[in-house]
């Protein structure tokens, strides 16, 4: 079994590290060693390295904000990336897994949403990431499209945010009505292998289980570290109102792992045990 993970050092990169079998021969590219963006580079690389059993796509333009101010490089890195690794891929009969997000959804409706249902994206991210889908889909037809949101690791998040901000303040503002999954990029890592493992191509959902809202959430993270920082909670319309530039976000970006619940079984624990075993190894 021969397998490259791009954007191996990004915070899905480093988790996959724990997860991968020890009998898998794995190459771990990143920038600026393997720009996927980049069709030349990504051809030229397979020619050297081919044939992969197994790619697992971890390279994107995660800097949500950012996309809205560049959508080219974003589209560069979250569409045309993926769909260079798909053709690639197809070339040498690999499986492909691309990872996405929760931000294809206008986030309009209450409750979860489905593999099924219709993407809609509101932000520069996410109709980059939507169209990364469709084209990794598209040019592969053994292509996992795994969605995933709120991802803490090894890596620039949330989670390290909000401690950090606590160290100099004793109060912090946090948008309260926009709901979704905070997700450990270890549990992530841990389904995309079993995901990685079947024939059941196509879109899955895999986020850890429950929902929140970000001042939900900073409120579970001081908490559980045991820190004194009061959360004020705020409504997107003010958060906009601070910072014209940001990205508008979805109200309701909720994910059910249905697919995982109909086929391999969900894995995927409560978001508040993974954010204590999170923490507590911190
Ligand atoms: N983070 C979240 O909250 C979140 C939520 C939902 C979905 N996701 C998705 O989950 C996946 C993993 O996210 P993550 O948080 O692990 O991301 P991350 O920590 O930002 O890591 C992404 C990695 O990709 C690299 N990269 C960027 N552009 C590249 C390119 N053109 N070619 C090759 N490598 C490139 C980055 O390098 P540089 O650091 O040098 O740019 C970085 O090492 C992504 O597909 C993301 O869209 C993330």
């Known amino acids: 079994m021969r397998a490259l ?21 794995v190459d771990w590219v990143d920038l600026p060693d393997l720009d996927i963006s980049k069709a030349t580079d990504v051809e030229a690389w397979f020619l050297a390295h081919c044939p992969y059993d197994l790619v697992i796509n971890c390279a994107a333009f995660t ?30 009969g690999a499986t492909l897994v691309h990872v996405s997000t929760d931000y294809v959804f206008p986030g309009t409706e209450p ?35 795994v969605r995933t949101a709120w991802l803490y690791g090894d890596g620039k998040n ?38 990685a493992a079947t024939t059941d191509y196509g879109v899955w959902h895999c986020t850890n289980e429950g929902t929140c809202s970000w001042a939900d959430f900073t409120e579970a993270i001081y908490k559980i570290s045991g820190i004194d920082c009061h959360v004020r909670r705020c409504s997107s319309a003010d958060w906009k109102r601070m910072n014209p530039q940001s990205a508008d976000r979805p109200a309701f970006s ?9 086929t391999i079984g969900n894995e995927m624990r409560p978001w508040r045990e993974a954010l204590e075993e999170y923490l507590c190894d911190k």
Not at 254 to 262: M, P, Q, T, V
Request: charged share 20%; hydrophobic share 45%; glycine share 8%.
């Open 5 to 25: 993970i791009t954007g191996a050092n990004g915070q899905l990169g480093k988790a996959l590290r724990d997860q991968i079998p020890a009998e898998t021969q």
């Open 63 to 92: 800097n949500v904000d950012g996309c809205e101010a560049d959508f080219a490089a974003a589209f560069a890195a979250n569409a045309l990336g993926p769909m260079n690794l798909a053709r690639a891929c197809a070339s040498c």
């Open 158 to 195: 949330f989670v390290r945010t909000m401690l950090s901000v606590a160290q100099t303040h004793d109060e912090v503002t946090v948008v309260d009505d926009q709901l979704g999954n905070p997700t450990s990029a270890a549990d992530l890592a841990h389904e995309i292998v079993r995901i």
């Open 254 to 262: 909720s994910l059910e792992n249905a697919k995982l619940k109909a």
């Open 111 to 145: 409750g979860a949403r489905v593999e099924s249902d219709v993407p809609a994206p509101i932000s520069a991210y996410g109709r980059s990431k939507l169209a990364g889908e469709g084209l990794a889909l598209s040019a592969n037809p053994r292509t996992h499209v």
